[in-house]
């Protein structure tokens, strides 16, 4: 039994953080210990919604309940995705440190959220430089968009070769395995979405359609999918397969039921068994 401690926003209508992470883990077997960082009614891409956010003390003192049950050292994983701000950011570092401190072989896995192509930054000031100074030094695993992998690494990536340039910059802030989604180098055909797994100097590309649809919450069910992966096999390259097929056969639902919201529940078979797999490339 996997445990993972989640630390994600929340939605109470839709898929997006927690709510896009938790049940796609639990579909496959893993134990997960949900650590809300807001509570909203639904995600803020509607332009209205309704709720609070949590300060990092919140989210310190929810954890402090959960080491009081003594079970810090059975945690295997960290997952951390959209940081509200740089408050709750040191909670979850510092919680890291905590569980790491119970099990020194935990892994943590931070989806680097700050921007996008198209959007740019959308993030509170301070996070993009907390992104690149605390919390990416401190994860064993980052899964930055490829917008962010050229934040990160400061450059512009197109050729491939420029891109692994880029992820070995990223790596040397800390990091060892880094998952670049939405890759579009210059060899990435028009209908096609490239993703890229990368673990000492090695890189495993998978190549999908490119759908027509566009939702919230796909990177975050990719991060938790590709980290549930990686605990259980240890490669990234099986991890990076399994992942991105279960993603495209939800997107693929999610497109053909005309759906603003990802299907994480109605599509779940492509979360344990994808109607789709992908050939998986060393680059």
């Not at 803020?44 to 009081?68: H, L, M, N, P, S």
């Not at 050292?73 to 997952?79: F, I, S």
């Not at 005309?258 to 109605?266: D, H, K």
């Amino acid at each position: 039994m996997l445990n993972v401690l989640s630390i994600q926003s929340h939605v109470a209508y839709g898929h997006v953080g927690n709510a896009a992470a938790v049940f796609p883990l639990q579909r496959l077997g893993v134990e997960v210990w949900p650590v809300h960082t807001v509570q909203f009614s639904n995600h803020t891409g509607y332009g209205k919604w309704t709720g609070r956010v949590f300060d990092g003390q919140a989210v310190e003192e929810i954890v402090d309940g959960i080491a009081d049950r003594g079970v810090l050292g059975g945690c295997d994983a960290v997952l951390s995705g959209y940081l509200g701000s740089a408050d709750i950011g040191h909670a979850v570092v510092h919680t890291v440190a905590r569980v790491r401190a119970a099990n020194p072989a935990v892994v943590y896995a931070c989806d680097p959220v700050i921007g996008d192509v198209g959007r740019g930054v959308f993030v509170r000031p301070g996070i993009e430089e907390f992104m690149r100074e605390v919390a990416v030094p401190a994860a064993d695993v980052v899964t930055p968009n490829h917008f962010e992998l050229d934040l990160l690494s400061g450059t512009t990536t197109r050729s491939l070769d420029s891109v692994k340039d880029a992820v070995a910059a990223v790596q040397a802030l800390g990091p060892r395995v880094v998952l670049t989604t939405s890759l579009d180098a210059d060899d990435t055909p028009p209908d096609a979405v490239d993703l890229l797994a990368s673990e000492g100097g090695r890189h495993y590309r998978v190549r999908t359609p490119k759908l027509g649809v566009t939702v919230n919450g796909a990177g975050d069910a990719i991060a938790a999918l590709f980290l549930a992966h990686l605990l259980r096999t240890s490669s990234p390259a099986e991890a990076l397969g399994a992942a991105a097929a279960s993603v495209y056969g939800l997107l693929a639902r999610t497109e053909a039921a005309g759906s603003r919201e990802i299907l994480v529940v109605a599509g779940q078979e492509e979360i344990v068994s994808p109607t789709h797999a992908f050939p998986v490339e060393e680059v």
